[in-house]
C-alpha cells in the first residue's frame, strides 16, 4: 500500500477578478509507504495547494488523492488520524498561549484524555528538545524552536504520514540541521513523510524519491534517491526549459 497516491489531481481558483488559475493540473505522486518524497518546485508550483488537499483543508476540482488507502474527500475524518500537519513559518502556533497549553489544546482536538495527553506532551517535548521551555508562552521562542514546536504539535496523532510543508524555512544551518535529523528518525520508525523545501541540498539529504513541478505541472519524477549535487542543474535545466516555453506562450513567467 502506498502513503500517498495522487492520480490525476487538479484543483483551480477563481480569483477576485474572476479569473480561474490552476494551481495543480493533472499531477499524478506516488510516495511509497516508510519513504521520504521531496516536492520540489518554484513560487506558486503548487506544492502547497498539494499538501492542503492531501491534509483534507482544501477540496480537489478534480481527481484522486489517498492517504494509506483512504480517499481524502470521502474518507476525510480517517485521513486526518492518519496525518500530522507541518506549515512553515508563523501558522498554525497560539503565540499568548505556552508550548505545552498549544500541545494541550492539539491533544484535545484530537481527543486525547487529560492523562494520556499530559504523557503525550512530555514525551514530545522532550522529545523535541523543548522540556525546558515548556512552560514559556511560544511568542518568546526562536524560529527554530517554534519550527520544533511546529513538528510535535504534527506529531501528537502519531501519524503514519507527515506533511511537511518547507518546515525549515527561515531557520539557521545548525537548527535546519538538526530539524534534518528528526526527520531521518521518524521515517526510520516507519513513517512516511510529504516534505516540501527550496533547499535542494535538504531534498538531496532526506528524500527516497522526488516530484519537480511548475505551474501545477509535473516536470519530472526521480524514483530513487537523488546523488548529492544533482538535484540543482536538473532543476534549473526543466525550470529553463518552462520558462521559456511559457514566454512563447505569452505567458507571465
Ligand atoms: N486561495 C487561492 N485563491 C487564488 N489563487 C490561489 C489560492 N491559493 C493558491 N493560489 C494560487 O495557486 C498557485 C499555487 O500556489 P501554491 O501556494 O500551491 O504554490 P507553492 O508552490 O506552495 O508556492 P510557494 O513556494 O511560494 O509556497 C499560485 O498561483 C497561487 O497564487
Known amino acids: 500500500m502506498t ?7 487538479t484543483r483551480s481558483f477563481i480569483t477576485q477578478t474572476s479569473v480561474t488559475r490552476v494551481a495543480l493540473s493533472a499531477v499524478d505522486l506516488i510516495l511509497p509507504r516508510g519513504g521520504v518524497h521531496a516536492l520540489l518546485g518554484p513560487n506558486g508550483a503548487g506544492k502547497t495547494t498539494l499538501c492542503r488537499i492531501a491534509s483534507t483543508v482544501l477540496l480537489p476540482t478534480s481527481g484522486t488523492c489517498e492517504v494509506l488507502g483512504h480517499d481524502v474527500v470521502a474518507d476525510a475524518r480517517t485521513v486526518r488520524r492518519l496525518i500530522g ?3 512553515g513559518g508563523d501558522r498554525g502556533l497560539y503565540e499568548r498561549l ?3 497549553e498549544n500541545l494541550r489544546f492539539w491533544c484535545s482536538m484530537h481527543g486525547l484524555r487529560r492523562r494520556a495527553a ?10 523535541l528538545g523543548l522540556a525546558s521551555r515548556g512552560t514559556e508562552r511560544v511568542e518568546t521562542f526562536s ?9 510535535a504539535r504534527g506529531l501528537v496523532a502519531d501519524p503514519q ?4 510543508d518547507e518546515p525549515t524555512v527561515g531557520m539557521d544551518p545548525i537548527s535546519a540541521r538538526e530539524f534534518r535529523g528528526l526527520i531521518t528518525e521518524l521515517r526510520q520508525e516507519g513513517r512516511s513523510v510529504l516534505l516540501t523545501t527550496h533547499d535542494l541540498a535538504e531534498a538531496e539529504a532526506l528524500a527516497d524519491t522526488v516530484t519537480m513541478i511548475d505551474r501545477g505541472s509535473i516536470l519530472r519524477h526521480l524514483d530513487a534517491p537523488p546523488a548529492a549535487g544533482t538535484l ?3 532543476y534549473f535545466e526543466l525550470l529553463s526549459r518552462t520558462s521559456e516555453a511559457g514566454a512563447s506562450r505569452g505567458m507571465e513567467v
Do not use: N, Y
Not at 499530559?118 to 517535548?125: G, Y
Not at 504520514?161 to 511537511?164: A, G, M, P, Q, S
Open 232 to 234: 540543482e542543474p536538473l
Open 98 to 100: 505556552t508550548a505545552e
Open 161 to 164: 504520514l507527515l506533511i511537511l
Open 143 to 151: 524560529r527554530g524552536m517554534k519550527q520544533r514546536l511546529h513538528l
Open 118 to 127: 499530559t504523557a503525550r506532551i512530555a514525551e514530545l517535548l522532550e522529545r
Open 3 to 9: 502513503a500517498l497516491h495522487v492520480d490525476a489531481l
Open 85 to 87: 500537519i507541518v506549515f
